[in-house]
């Protein structure tokens, strides 16, 4: 799987260069903590929720992985100000629900003809089906994001977990599904 993405492979799946660029911040975010890098992974933080802020819609779930995972960075230096932003996350995640009722069901490529024609048939099952997913998504961020407790120091082993989980099943196409999963595995666990 590529993940060298240039201009055109970002206009033909309907992203945009902030898309990609939050996803790398916040992968690099996460590289940082779990290598035990609090600058390095501060400063990817604050970048991908300056993405976010200026460009996501407001019930965007990756705004809420930005905002809490900034929280994590801060809760070393600034307690108050990391508090205030997991609230803020926590907000933003339990408003997700119309953003993700807008995602559409990604067309996958079936070993077989017999698979492409009963998906194509039963278009609806299918998205009923992902949606099941794509929530469940959602709810063990928020459930993540719920027992975060920025009073005791990162554990870089769950962070390097939530890392590698990311890197194993991230689709290989640039669609939503993508956007959520990223927001969902990358909100990072606090303790």
């Known amino acids: 799987m590529s993940e060298n993405w240039d201009l055109k492979d970002l206009m033909q799946a309907g992203w945009t260069s902030a898309d990609l ?6 992968e690099a975010c996460a590289l940082g903590l779990a290598n035990s890098q609090p ?6 933080a604050g970048i991908a929720l300056q ?3 200026e460009t996501f819609q407001a019930a965007d779930p990756r705004l809420a992985c930005a905002l809490a995972n900034q929280a994590l960075c801060l809760a070393g230096s600034d307690q108050a100000a990391g508090h205030k932003l997991l609230a803020e996350a926590q907000r933003v995640w339990n408003a997700t629900a119309p953003w993700i009722a807008a995602m559409d069901a990604p067309r996958v490529a079936r070993s077989s003809l017999f698979h492409m024609r009963m998906e194509q048939r039963h278009r609806e099952t299918y998205r009923s089906n992902w949606r099941v997913k794509w929530q469940a998504m ?4 928020k459930t993540r994001l719920d027992a975060c407790n920025l009073d005791q ?3 870089t082993a769950a962070v390097s977990q939530a890392l590698e989980r990311w890197r194993r099943e991230r689709p290989a196409m640039l669609n939503d599904t993508r956007k959520l999963m990223a927001a969902a595995y990358l909100t990072l666990p606090g303790t």
């Open 21 to 26: 660029e939050w996803e790398q911040a916040v």
């Open 39 to 44: 600058g390095e992974s501060s400063e990817r």
């Open 51 to 53: 993405i976010a802020r």
């Open 138 to 141: 959602a709810e063990e961020a």
């Open 153 to 155: 120091p990162v554990d």
